[in-house]
């Protein structure tokens, strides 16, 4: 095969802070289903960064939930947290490029410059970084790093929800790289990781979509090509919430794969099938709306 399909290369990357539930699995299939669709490689990572907010075990069940449901990776699975050293060398690369810079500040030393600026706290939200050590230090130790942003919106094209924008200066500010507590912060390590990896198609699910424009960002200072991206539907919990553990998400019960799958394909408006696991997976890849034509 050549062209496009030939190079896709799509992957599935979850936090492994407790085994999959319902609505990680709409976009673990979304993933698969979109790679096989292009006859494409699927790849799994474990976004093991946020040490803390991980559960010792859950990667192993993770891989174990994912295979009950026939989503075998087509690679060995890669975990973030043996990959510091890449992700030191692009901020150093960041640094010495002047895209990055040091900060000083704590959350306290924020709010009390953003108090002293009159921007109130948004509920529920981070406010924008004010800036406060663009310039340097001034004498302060160093505790994280910063991507410079500019202003100005970020334009890009999601393949289920259309054209997205977002001024990143003025909702999110310079954001964090490599965090107070020594950590790599979400979006340095997802976007050296897709680079890295060769990934050509993100799918994920729509909570994430607001952070595409700050990785394009970072893609862009790091002279990096961006994939293309899908978010896909979320499964809300009764409260109206995006499911997560937090408001009551169950584990999956994969002793019963199909109703798992079936559960997942209604969110991506898959029919629903009766056979055996792979036969489902392949009528679905048959069916797979989202299918790219070379070029586009
Ligand atoms: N690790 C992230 C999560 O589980 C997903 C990151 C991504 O797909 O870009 O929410």
């Not at 449901?69 to 150093?92: I, K, M």
């Not at 010495?96 to 002293?116: H, Q, T």
């Not at 410079?148 to 997205?164: A, I, T, Y």
Request: glycine share 8%.
């Amino acid at each position: 095969m050549t062209g496009p399909a030939a190079r896709y290369r799509g992957r599935f990357a979850p936090s492994p802070t407790g085994p999959l539930h319902a609505g990680s699995l709409v976009a673990a299939l979304a993933s698969w289903l979109d790679a096989r669709a292009h006859g494409g490689r699927w790849l799994v990572r474990i976004e093991d960064v946020d040490t803390p907010r991980c559960v010792p075990g859950a990667d192993a069940v993770i891989l174990q939930q994912l295979a009950a449901c026939g989503l075998v990776p087509d690679e060995p699975p890669a975990w973030q947290s043996a990959r510091g050293a890449l992700y030191q060398s692009a901020l150093d690369r960041l640094v010495a490029a002047g895209r990055a810079y040091a900060c000083a500040c704590s959350r306290k030393d924020i709010e009390e410059a953003l108090a002293a600026l009159g921007r109130p706290r948004l509920r529920g939200r981070e406010a924008p970084y004010p800036g406060t050590c663009r310039h340097g230090l001034r004498g302060r130790p160093a505790r994280a790093w910063r991507l410079r942003v500019s202003h100005g919106c970020v334009e890009w094209h999601d393949r289920r929800l259309g054209p997205q924008r977002q001024d990143v200066a003025h909702e999110v500010g310079d954001f964090i790289l490599r965090r107070a507590d020594g950590l790599w912060a979400y979006q340095l390590a997802v976007v050296v990781d897709d680079a890295d990896q060769g990934i050509t198609h993100v799918v994920r699910g729509e909570d994430l979509a607001d952070n595409t424009p700050r990785q394009l960002l970072l893609q862009q200072a790091l002279d990096l090509a961006p994939p293309a991206y899908l978010h896909t539907p979320l499964v809300l919990a009764p409260d109206g919430e995006k499911l997560s553990k937090q408001n009551g998400a169950q584990p999956l019960d994969v002793r019963d794969p199909l109703a798992c799958l079936n559960a997942a394909a209604a969110q991506l408006g898959l029919p629903p099938q009766h056979g055996a696991v792979p036969e489902a997976l392949a009528a679905w890849v048959d069916s797979w709306p989202f299918l790219q034509s070379p070029g586009d």
